[in-house]
C-alpha cells in the first residue's frame, strides 16, 4: 500500500504491477535527530511501515515523550528512545537503515551553505558513530547543505575503512515530490502518474528537474519550462518564507524521507523493480557526486540509470553545465572539512 502511495515504479511504464505485496516487519530503523520538525513526523510515518520491526529514535534533546508517544499505535515496530552521545552506539546497533535529519534549519535570507558550519560537526559525529556500530547499514542524509554533508559522509566512512559508496544517499526526493506535484498541477495530470526525475544536487541551480523525461511524455512550452524549473528550484525557499523563522519544510520532508526509506527496505528485502532519485557517489560526470535516478537493491545502489541524462533538451543542456561549479565546490568544501581536521 505504501508503495502505490509513494509511486515509485511509474517511470517504467504506467502498467504499475503489485505483484510484491508479503511485506513482513524484520528491519531495525534508526533515526537521528528524532524529535525535530522533520524527524516527528518522519517517526510516524516509518512506524506504519509493515517492514520495520525496531525503530529506534535518537536526538540530543526531547526524545524520550516522542518515543512513547509513537509506542501506543498498534503497528508492528518497538520504538525505543536515546538520548546523548553515550546512548548513540546503542541506538545504531544493527541498523539495516540510518536516517539523519539532525541539524538546524534555514530561516528566511540564508543559503543552505550557511548552515555549514554547524551541521558539518553534527553529520561527522553521527557518521562517525554509524561506522563503529553499523557500517553495512544504508545511510540517508537529510541534513544540509546535503551537497556536502554526504561527501562529509564519504571521508569519514573512507578514514573509518568502511566506505561504501553504493549504501550512502543524499536524500534528494522531496524535488522529485515537488516536481511531480508541480507538473500535475500545471498539466493537469493525475498525480499518481507523474514521475519527473530531478538531478543534480540539492541546492538553488544544482537543484535539475528534467522535465522532458516526465513520464507520462508531457509538452511543455519554454515559459512553462522556465516556470516550473525555477519554482522547483525555489521550492525549499517558498517554505521557508512562508514559514518566516520558523525553520524549513518538515511534513513535505518527512513524507518525503519515509518514501526513500520505505524503497530502501523493499530494496533490502527483495523487491527488484525499486528506482529513486539520490544524490550519491557517481561517474555519470566529471562531478564526484551527483545526484541521478537510480536502481536500488539490497546491496544498495545496484545500478545508475544513466541513459536518462542523454539526449537532454538545450534547457537542460545549459542548465546541467551551469550548476557544474556550484556543486563541485559544495563537495569540495565537504571534503576539505573532514580532511583538515587533526
Ligand atoms: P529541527 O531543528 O526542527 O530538528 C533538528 C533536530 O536535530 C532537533 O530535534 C535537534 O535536537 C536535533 N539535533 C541537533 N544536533 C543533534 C545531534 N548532534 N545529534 C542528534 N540530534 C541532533 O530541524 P528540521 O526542520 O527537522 O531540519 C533538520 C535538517 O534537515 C536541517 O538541516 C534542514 O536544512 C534539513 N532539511 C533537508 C531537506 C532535504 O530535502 N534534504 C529538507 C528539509 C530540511
Ligand atoms: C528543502 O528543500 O525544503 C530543504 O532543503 C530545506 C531548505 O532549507 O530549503
Known amino acids: 500500500a505504501l508503495a502505490r502511495t509513494y509511486n515509485t515504479k511509474a517511470h517504467k511504464n504506467n502498467q ?29 510515518l516509518v512506524k506504519m511501515s509493515p517492514l520495520v520491526s525496531s525503530l529506534n529514535l535518537y536526538d540530543i534533546a526531547n526524545v524520550k515523550g516522542v518515543a512513547a508517544d509513537l509506542s501506543h499505535c498498534n503497528t508492528p515496530s518497538q520504538v525505543a528512545d536515546f538520548t546523548g552521545a553515550s546512548e548513540l552506539a546503542n541506538c545504531l546497533k544493527g541498523a539495516n537503515v540510518v536516517v539523519i535529519p539532525a541539524g538546524v534549519p534555514r530561516k528566511p535570507g540564508m543559503t543552505r551553505d550557511d548552515l555549514f558550519n554547524i551541521n558539518a560537526n553534527i553529520v561527522k559525529t553521527l557518521i562517525e558513530a554509524v561506522a563503529d556500530n553499523c557500517p553495512d547499514a544504508f545511510i540517508h542524509i537529510i541534513s544540509n547543505p546535503v551537497n556536502s554533508t554526504v561527501p562529509i559522509a564519504a571521508e569519514v566512512l573512507k ?20 516536481a511531480n506535484t508541480f507538473v500535475a498541477q500545471k498539466k493537469n495530470l493525475k498525480l499518481i502518474d507523474v514521475d519527473v526525475p530531478v538531478v543534480g544536487g540539492h541546492a538553488g541551480i544544482t537543484i535539475l528537474p528534467l522535465l522532458s523525461k516526465t513520464k507520462p511524455s508531457v509538452t511543455f512550452t519554454d515559459e512553462e519550462v522556465q516556470e516550473l524549473t525555477v519554482r522547483i528550484q525555489n521550492a525549499g525557499t517558498e517554505v521557508v518564507e512562508a514559514k518566516a523563522g520558523a525553520g524549513s519544510a518538515t511534513l513535505s520532508m518527512a513524507y518525503a524521507a519515509a518514501r526513500f526509506v520505505e524503497s530502501s527496505l523493499r530494496a533490502l528485502d527483495g523487491d527488484s523493480d525499486v528506482y529513486e532519485c539520490s544524490y550519491i557517489q557517481s561517474d555519470v560526470n566529471e562531478l564526484p557526486f551527483f545526484a541521478s535516478r537510480i536502481k536500488l537493491g539490497k546491496n544498495g545502489v545496484e545500478a545508475v540509470i544513466s541513459s536518462e541524462l542523454e539526449g537532454l533538451t538545450e534547457y537542460e543542456q545549459k542548465a546541467l553545465e551551469a550548476l557544474k561549479p556550484e556543486l563541485k565546490a559544495s563537495i569540495e568544501k565537504g571534503v576539505a572539512f573532514v580532511q583538515k581536521q587533526p
Not at 163 to 178: A, I, N, Q
Open 159 to 178: 578514514q573509518k575503512g568502511v566506505y561504501d559508496p553504493k549504501k550512502l544517499f543524499g536524500v534528494t526526493t522531496l524535488d522529485v515530490v515537488r
Open 16 to 44: 504499475r504491477s503489485y505483484t510484491y505485496v508479503q511485506p513482513h516487519a524484520s528491519y531495525k530503523v534508526a533515526i537521528l535527530g528524532a524529535s525535530g520538525g522533520i524527524g516527528q513526523p518522519l517517526a510516524l
